[in-house]
């Protein structure tokens, strides 16, 4: 009965030496502690950069949010005025209620001169937060015919 060998696969040592070098091996073998420092302070400058972008990222998407509901309900008391029957010059002021206790708006009505039945009407909604206090102004021109 024969042995069975497994195959052995040989290949010539020359095949996986490297060309020789002009640095000695000392040299070779890893990275000097100016080069570690260096890239340390590469990396250091860079997550930096991304950490301070991400918190302008954060504060432009809080400011956009606010910008976009505050938007949206000075058009909503646009639209109960423009349902108002009358409207009366002055400054008026209140809030959303409860859906928005945060919230609240300021409105000026005038009337547009050498216009006799125009009113110019300016929404300012208002958020009151505990660290600053944001603004943003709807305006618009309703007519009311009178009757």
């Not at 890893?30 to 302008?56: C, D, H, K, N």
């Not at 010059?89 to 209140?94: A, D, Q």
């Not at 009407?121 to 603004?135: A, F, H, M, N, Q």
């Amino acid at each position: 009965m024969r042995k069975v060998r497994p195959l052995l696969f040989r290949f010539p040592t020359s095949a996986f030496r490297l060309p020789p070098s002009d640095f000695p091996l000392s040299c070779a073998r890893g990275f000097t502690l100016m080069e570690v420092l260096v890239s340390m302070a590469i990396m250091a400058v860079a997550l930096f950069a991304i950490f301070r972008l991400q918190g302008q990222n954060l504060d432009l998407q809080t400011e956009a949010s606010f910008i976009t509901l505050a938007n949206q309900l000075g058009d909503q008391r646009m639209a109960e005025l423009q349902v108002k029957p009358d409207l009366n010059e002055g400054r008026f002021s209140g809030d959303f209620g409860e859906d928005h206790p945060d919230f609240q708006y300021e409105e000026e009505i005038t009337k547009v001169a050498n216009r006799k039945h125009l009113f110019q009407v300016k929404v300012t909604v208002i958020r009151r937060g505990e660290d600053l206090t944001r603004g943003f102004s709807v305006e618009g021109l309703l007519y009311r015919q009178e009757s």
